[in-house]
Every structure is written in C-alpha cells, then in structure tokens.
C-alpha cells in the first residue's frame, strides 16, 4: 500500500475495500474468527450429548424429583450456562480484538498471521472485556428504562380499563419500545470504533470510549449505514450454511419428534463454519473506518507523512508514548459500574478488577 492510500475514503470505496482484504487475507481473518467458533460448537456437542440420555424415556418407571434436588439441577444448570457464556465472551472478545490488529497490519502494508495477532492481543485483554461490557451494559440500560416504564404504563392501562386509557396505555408501551430501541443503537454507534481505539491506541476503556465518541461525531450515519450492511451480510452467509439444518429440526418438532444428536451436531459445525466466515465481516470496515476517521479529523496521513515513514511503520504513532517515570497511576473507576458488573457476573468482576490494577495498587 502506498502512502496516497491513507487518504478519505467514500463509504463505497471504504466498503469495497474491505470485500478486497476480506478475500485476500481470507484464511488469516476466517482463522482468527475461526478459533472462538470451534470452542463454541465443542461446548454445544458437549451440551447436547449430555442432554440425550435425558431426553429419552425411561425404560421403567421412576419417581418424581424431589423438590430440592430439581432446585439444585436447576441452579446447577444455569450457574453451567452462565459460566460458559462468560467464557465465550472472553474467548470472542479476544478474537475481535485480533481481527483489529490483523485488519490494521494489513492497512499499513505489514505482515500479519493468525498467531501474530493473538500474540499481539497480550495485555490487551481485560480492557477489551471491560470495554465490551461497558458497552453492554449502556446499551442494556435503554432497555431496562422501557422495561420499567412498560410496567408503568401497563399498570396505568389496567386501572383505566377499556376505552381511551388502555389504548394510550398500549401506544405509549410502544413509544417506550422504540425509543430504547434508538437508544441502545445510538449508544452502540457513538462507541462504533472504540474497540480499534482501544487495541491500536493501547488506552484504558474508559479512554476508548471516549475516543470513540470523538472520532463518531458527525459521522453516526457512516457507521449505521456499515453495520447494517455488514450485519445482513453476515445474516446472510450464516443462514446459507445452518438453514437446511435449522428447518430439518423445526420439521422435527412439529411431527413432536426429538432431533437426533447427528442433526444437532451437523447443525451446530454448519453454525461454527458460518460464523467463523461471518465473522471478520463487520469488524474490517470498522478498523478502516477508524483510520478514515483518523484522516479526515487529525490529519493521520500527514503524521505519518511528516514523521518521514513509510505505511508500512505508520503503526508507530499509535503507540502512546511511555510516562516519564515507571509508577503506574491508579486509574479512576466508577462504584456503580462495579457494583453493577459484580452482579451481573456473581462477583467474577471484582478479581477481574484487581488484576487490572494490580500494579498500580
């Protein structure tokens, strides 16, 4: 790549750009996205061949569960779940963050390999989950407002009965539905680039998303116009391999017949292959809209211009410049969040939380 490349980009060309890397570099940025998937189809054999035995009647006839012990499958079951969901969201958040890097070394005209970008993940990490569940967690709360006004207004509806009051009651549910709903993507627009931010700059998370809504302002409708995009692209492609699988199992069901375990194994390896080539679809052109976002409003090209280096070593100035002495400050943290985090994942959070500061405490 030359270095006139590293100038404004139309949403065509930014788009275009990314199907060109995408098929290029297609089995460095399918490997990446290739590696959360196979851990995620592993967990889902797993789960339905333990599910089997269970699902098939008995030979003779058993007593009931007792009570306690239906409770305590129950929460065995769900704390089972809970944890392999916070597991894949560790190993997937990983996996976006290396996409980034890859997409960024391809940018800039350096080499990049599966292993590389995970290897340039490290010390990268925490603040990667951080960042997402911040982002989560902000999105979640424009629901979590309609869920209570919901319960308002329905309670409103009741009192008033038939008539005018309950067919206010039911538009103003609606209204409250499609406001979180314009909350929840605006917040994730604002924050479109801060994982890029966060990977490449080396910055805290709250320093990301900061970043983010920087770099987004005025440009909120390029980053929906992408994600929409990209998003049904990926719909698309994974529909592709796990439909066929997908309706087998529906016809099943409505014959009231239990899926083998093969069709169910078939289905989730189809979902694995999907999602592994879905995957990097969305995460490319946000890494080059960063950097589109980086020239048009702090002249990037130009730093890497006047600094006399080539593209290729253009990744040095996003590297921050190492503080004058070697005492690590204790970064500020907000006692609602952590509490709310350490809820959210039954106390999980606040050993994450240490080991993120450990140095500096």
Not at 8 to 35: C, H, Q
Not at 117 to 138: C, E, N, P, T
Not at 254 to 264: A, E, V
Request: proline share 5%; glycine share 10%.
């Amino acid at each position: 790549m030359s270095l006139a490349e590293l100038r404004p980009l139309s949403l065509g060309e930014l788009l275009d750009r990314s199907f060109t890397y995408y098929r290029k570099y297609f089995w460095v940025l399918v490997g990446i996205m290739a590696i959360p998937q196979l851990f995620a189809v592993a967990l889902s054999v797993f789960f339905q061949a333990l599910q089997a035995p269970m699902s098939s009647p008995p030979a003779t006839p058993a007593h009931e569960p007792e009570a306690a012990a239906m409770v305590g499958y129950i929460f065995g079951a769900f704390v089972g779940v809970f944890g392999v969901v916070i597991l894949y969201m560790l190993v997937y958040s990983v996996a976006l963050g290396a996409t980034t890097l890859a997409v960024s070394e391809i940018h800039l005209a350096q080499s990049t390999s599966v292993r590389s970008a995970y290897r340039k993940m490290k010390g990268k990490v925490w603040r990667l989950v951080d960042l997402i569940f911040s982002i989560l967690i902000r999105a979640g709360a424009c629901f979590l407002v309609v869920l209570i006004a919901m319960g308002v207004l329905g309670g409103i509806a009741g009192q008033a009965g038939q008539g005018l009051g309950m067919i206010l009651g039911i538009l103003g549910v609606l209204a409250a539905f499609v406001l979180s709903l314009v909350g929840a993507v605006l917040v994730i627009l604002r924050y479109g680039v801060s994982i890029p931010a966060l990977v490449l700059e080396r910055i805290s998370a709250r320093d990301a998303l900061k970043r983010s809504v920087k770099l987004t302002k005025g440009f909120l409708g390029r980053v929906f116009l992408i994600g929409l995009m990209m998003t049904i692209v990926s719909w698309v492609v994974a529909s592709i391999f796990q439909g066929p699988f997908l309706v087998a199992v529906l016809v099943l069901a409505m014959k009231h017949t239990q899926p083998p375990l093969w069709l169910n194994t078939l289905s989730a390896v189809a979902g694995g292959v999907g999602g592994a080539l879905s995957g990097p679809l969305l995460m490319i052109p946000l890494a080059l809209l960063y950097y589109d976002l980086r020239v048009r409003k702090e002249g990037f090209d130009l730093e890497v211009m006047m600094a006399g280096l080539d593209p290729g070593s253009a990744s040095a100035l996003l590297e921050p410049r190492a503080p004058a002495d070697s005492t690590r400050p204790l970064e500020q943290v907000s006692v609602p969040r952590v509490v709310i985090f350490s809820l959210l994942t039954l106390g999980l959070y606040v050993p994450f939380w240490y080991l993120r500061r450990r140095a500096a405490i």
